[in-house]
């Protein structure tokens, strides 16, 4: 069963808020890309994975956004020495 538009645009809060207490937000190119990811997959609801360093940072965020109701959404903030 696929997720409905309340519970992606839930679990989207919740990792934008969890970004945000780490300082990242839309001022970095990368993380205002990663929100438009999560918006597309808010409106269309299809599945979308990868991963992107972080410039600047010693991170690389890698994310799932499933499809599937079953399944959360994930991300990871990955330590990778510039």
């Known amino acids: 069963m696929k997720k409905n ?4 645009c839930s679990e989207v809060m919740t990792i ?5 207490m780490c300082g990242l937000t839309a001022q970095n190119n990368e993380i205002k890309t990663f929100q438009n ?3 597309q997959y808010i409106r269309d ?5 990868g991963k992107f360093r972080i410039e600047n940072t010693d ?3 890698k ?3 499933p499809e599937k109701s079953i399944n959360q959404c994930t991300v990871s903030l990955l330590y990778r020495p510039i």
């Open 5 to 8: 538009i309340q519970d992606r």
């Open 45 to 49: 609801g299809n599945g979308i994975s």
């Open 16 to 20: 934008r808020k969890k970004l945000e």
């Open 63 to 65: 994310y799932i956004l």
């Open 59 to 61: 991170r690389i965020l």
């Open 37 to 39: 990811i999560m918006n």
